[in-house]
């Protein structure tokens, strides 16, 4: 089984330090929520993770299966099985989803995939995500309500199948029944194998998505791990009763 492992991560964004020695360890098939308060260096995280250029990892290790990927792009993490849900996914124009997701589904496969299997598994993936077909006709993101975006981004995880999801933010922008929707996905994908790193600084989608593991992020470090009750004690208490209680 894949393991993501955060090993004393500092970094910087210009010329900002934002993480200040973060320790983490996520295996395929667990489920794990990063909580923290605005500023505390979450976004940050996944940026990093991924390796998107404009921040600087100063300090420590990022490995998969041992492996230190700090030097790679983040087009060679992605093949290495990690995937990240944006907190503003951003407009494609020009691209439909459904030719995204074929090209890159090809793409991870070596391309050796049959675009009738790639149909019909499409196809059962939208039932699923109670999403209309024609909604893969549409240029990627372009016009997305807030929890057509993110329902989108659960589409390209079960099509996709990483082996560590990052998902920053999942709950932002979404209703009620979008959230349920997007949180139903995210537990199969979860019993499927996939590892889930989802960082929130609400408690509401864990009523939904049950955590087997809470950390949380203060100030660029983890502070705190937990179960999921951990989780209740932020809503009941706030992120300064649990530190400083």
């Known amino acids: 089984m894949t393991e993501l492992e955060i090993r004393n991560l500092h970094a910087s964004v210009n ?3 934002i993480l200040k020695g973060v320790n983490l360890k996520i295996r395929q098939g667990e489920l794990h929520a990063l909580m923290g308060p605005n500023g ?5 995280l996944s940026y990093v993770l991924m390796g998107h250029p404009k921040y600087v990892v100063e300090q420590g290790e990022i490995l998969v299966d041992g492996e230190n990927i700090i030097g790679l792009t983040a087009d060679k993490r992605a093949k290495l099985g990690l995937f990240l849900g944006f907190q503003y996914p951003v407009e494609v124009p020009g691209v439909t989803l459904k030719n ?6 090809k793409t991870l496969n070596n391309g050796n995939s049959s ?3 790639f149909n019909e598994m499409l196809s059962e993936k939208l039932e699923v995500l109670k999403m209309d077909k024609s909604f893969i006709t549409r240029y990627l993101n372009e016009g997305f309500s807030g929890g057509e975006k993110k329902r989108a981004e659960v589409l390209q995880l079960s099509v996709l199948k990483p082996k560590i999801a990052i998902m920053d933010e ?3 922008g979404l ?8 949180s139903s996905g995210i537990n199969k994908l979860a019993r499927e194998g996939i590892g889930i790193f989802l960082i929130t600084h609400y408690q509401r989608i864990l009523n939904y998505v049950k955590p087997e593991f809470v950390h949380i992020l203060i100030d ?6 937990g179960d999921y009750r951990l989780a209740k004690e932020i809503e009941e208490k706030g992120y300064e009763g649990i530190v400083n209680g």
């Open 220 to 225: 660029g470090k983890v502070v705190k791990s």
């Open 115 to 117: 675009f009738v299997d």
């Open 170 to 172: 999942t709950d932002s």
């Open 175 to 182: 209703d009620v029944d979008s959230l349920k929707i997007v």
């Open 15 to 17: 010329g900002k330090k």
């Open 40 to 44: 505390s260096g979450k976004s940050t």
């Open 100 to 105: 995204f997701l074929w090209r890159t589904y």
